[in-house]
Structures are given as C-alpha cells and as structure tokens.
C-alpha cells in the first residue's frame, strides 16, 4: 500500500508548489500558508465528495473504499478547501490519478485534471480514459468548492488519487487519497480530446491547438494528440 508522497518539482501547468524547492511535506500541508481540505488548524471531515458520498481527507494520505465511476456516465468529485486568508484566495484546485510506481507523486500520474477559478479547465489524458472533464466552483463561508464534473471513457484499474488546491500567495496544500477511484464498464468509443487548457475554444480563451487540418475555431475542442 502506498501511503506516502514522495518529493518533487511539479512542472506543466501547475502553479508553483508550497515549501522551499517545491517539496511535498509537513510545510506543504500543514503550513497555515496552504489550502487544506481538513486537516491543520481549522479541522472538518468532509473535505472530499464523489458522486455524494462524503469522505475524510484531512490527513496527509488516506484510504478510502473504492469508488467505481462507470464509463460513459458524468461523475462529480468536490473538494471543500479551507484557507486561512480567505476563500477568494483560492486560484486552483486539481485532481491527479492514474498513478503508477512505488511512491504516489504528482509525478507519477499522467492523467490530472486541473480547475482555474478564472473559468479554465486543463487536462492530461494521453491513455483517453476521460470522455469529458469540466471544472467550477462556489463559496459558502470560510470554505471553496471545488466541483470536477468527469465523464470516464473506458475502464481505469484502482488508482490512488492526489489532490491539490494553489491560493493567491502561490501556496498549494495537498492530499493522498489511497486506492480511491476506478472506471468500471465498456469503452464508450468517443473521440477523445486531451491536453487543452479549456473545455472549448472561445473568443476570450483562444486556441492554438490543431482541429483537423486548421487551427480551432471558437466553439471547438481541440482534437487529442496523435
């Protein structure tokens, strides 16, 4: 069982990490600089919902009972974070799975979906096991809730899950979740679209990206990476 996160410098898309040289550790969870979802000073036990069911992340890593998200059918997965300078303060929140090896790290997963409070939303997905993936967010006191609206495409075996949530100060708090998620049932067969910085291409968020044989128009999803 893997019940540690091993240190690492996060690149991509990711904002900076916690701590000195970007280290998963004490400094990155239990720092009253970084977003927590339960754990720290401020302690409650709901700080991850998938599909309504409430689970307990306030430690550095837990096991929870595996949840099997079915193909072809939208699941959502909310963080409830807590930051000390206020919830406005929260610029990102993400979601890290299909992690492989010996230690659970950022690095060791390349399917991540990524939540920007400015409206975007950023995926990897190079195996296509996301159909859809969508963000949002919403306030209620002290807290952030960060919604992740994900449409699996065909099966995933049991993966731990990391969480991760950056505030305005560049402060990013995590969370191991042991053996948390699967996709269950048949390949749904639909084109697949992955690694873009949004959900469609607009006029405010432009793409760059290939669309068949010319760059995406507004309205458009970029088409996956060969």
């Not at 000390?84 to 991540?112: C, E, P």
């Not at 968020?205 to 458009?220: F, S």
Request: with cysteine; hydrophobic share 35%; glycine share 12%.
């Amino acid at each position: 069982m893997k019940t540690t996160i091993t240190a690492i410098a996060m690149v991509l898309l990711l904002a900076p990490l916690a701590g000195s040289g970007g280290l998963f550790g004490a400094e990155a969870f239990g720092s009253p600089y970084a977003p927590t979802f339960g754990g720290g000073s401020f302690h409650y036990a709901d700080g991850l919902v998938i599909n309504g069911k409430v689970f307990d992340i306030s430690g550095y890593s837990q096991q929870i009972t595996v949840q099997n998200l079915t193909v072809g059918q939208p699941a959502k997965i909310t963080l409830k974070i807590f930051d000390n300078a206020g919830s406005y303060t929260i610029k990102t929140a993400a979601i890290f799975l299909n992690i492989r090896g010996q230690d659970a790290s950022v690095a060791s997963s390349d399917t991540w979906v990524q939540y920007d409070v400015s409206g975007m939303t950023a995926i990897s997905d190079p195996h296509h096991y996301i159909e859809a993936a969508k963000g949002g967010v919403s306030y209620s006191g002290s807290f952030a809730y960060v919604t992740f609206t994900v449409t699996p495409a065909k099966p995933m075996s049991v993966s731990d899950m990391i969480v991760s949530s950056t505030d305005a100060r560049g402060a990013t708090g995590y969370s191991l979740v042991v053996n948390a998620l699967s996709f269950v049932g048949k390949a749904s067969g639909g084109t697949q679209s992955i690694s873009y910085s949004h959900e469609h291409c607009t006029v405010t968020y432009p793409c760059y990206e290939v669309c068949g044989d010319h760059i995406c128009k507004p309205g458009e999803k970029p088409k996956a990476t060969p």
